[in-house]
């Protein structure tokens, strides 16, 4: 009977460590000396692939910085997600850290964590320069290219000016695929946000041929994701944020990713940081979209 106690005990405490384990991030790497980040493919200039199992972007670097003042030794696995699969990869921690091109809003906050905002960006609309569209109004019985598991297309018919307007929607599998639904002709625009078009277009084929145009769907704060139940994690990962942001850091970060040439076609996106972005830096938050997109 005592050895049948002894050997329940041994086995409460095990369940008991491997649980609070599980809750704790850096507790979890540290046993198994990795990090598992998740990236996007086709988030340019925030997440994308190289090739190879390369990935390169403003919030990938910003994360390969964050785990490598965290935690030195651990070695990290790129693991791409994809709009549809990326919060439920971070609840059931397959992914240990999400730094991809994710808007914090309330619905999300609800399921996952984020980090301080470290990006902002405005939905609008890529469109071919020779389809002379220039405005929500212009959409009328158009075909509208979104990404599966996206809010950009919602946002569009909540919109005050898309009243009576009435449009096709189309979906790609992830962004660049929406892209190509545009490229291809089978679509005669792409509701994205506005970085995420501009690396699409910059690294296209023929980018003089796209613009973003039309009016301002929405602000969204893009942020990176950790899980909801380590609240120390998360407490270090913006701990790493506000110190890249009081150094100047964070905008020598961002300049090489937005004004400068990358890879792989050594384009510049050429996207200014905004001033919402700079209040941001000086004041971090994890507000969510809606608080952005009150009205006052």
């Not at 009328?140 to 005050?160: D, I, Q």
């Not at 790609?172 to 190509?180: E, N």
Request: glycine share 6%; net charge positive; charged share 25%.
């Amino acid at each position: 009977m005592k050895k049948h106690l002894l050997a329940l005990a041994v086995a409460t405490i095990a369940t008991g460590s491997a649980f609070a384990q599980a809750n704790d991030t850096l507790a979890k790497v540290k046993a198994s000396g990795k990090i598992v980040m998740g990236v996007r493919e086709s988030s340019a200039p925030l997440s994308y692939t190289l090739g190879d199992g390369k990935y390169a972007g403003y919030h990938v670097e910003l994360c390969e910085r964050i785990i490598k003042a965290l935690t030195p030794t651990a070695k990290i696995e790129y693991t791409p997600v994809t709009s549809a699969n990326r919060i439920p990869l971070v609840q059931n921690g397959t992914v240990d850290i999400e730094c991809g091109s994710t808007t914090n809003n309330a619905t999300r906050q609800k399921d996952v964590s984020f980090a301080y905002t470290t990006f902002v960006t405005e939905v609008r609309t890529a469109v071919k320069v020779a389809s002379g569209i220039k405005s929500i109004s212009q959409l009328n019985g158009k075909s509208l290219a979104t990404t599966t598991g996206t809010t950009s297309v919602a946002l569009l018919r909540k919109h005050e000016r898309a009243n009576g307007i009435n449009f096709k929607e189309v979906y790609g599998k992830d962004h660049a695929d929406s892209f190509l639904l545009l490229e291809s002709g089978r679509a005669d625009a792409f509701v994205m946000d506005d970085n995420i078009l501009a690396g699409l277009i910059a690294s296209s084929k023929s980018p003089k041929d796209y613009a973003i145009v039309g009016e301002t769907l929405n602000v969204e704060p893009i942020a990176i994701m950790v899980r909801k139940d380590d609240p120390n994690f998360l407490k270090a990962v913006d701990a790493q944020i506000q110190g890249m942001m009081k150094t100047g850091e964070l905008n020598k970060l961002y300049d090489k990713w937005f004004m400068n040439p990358i890879p792989p076609k050594n384009t510049s996106v050429n996207l200014a940081m905004g001033s919402v972005l700079k209040e941001l830096i000086k004041s971090p938050n994890d507000k969510p979209a809606e608080d952005f997109n009150a009205k006052k």
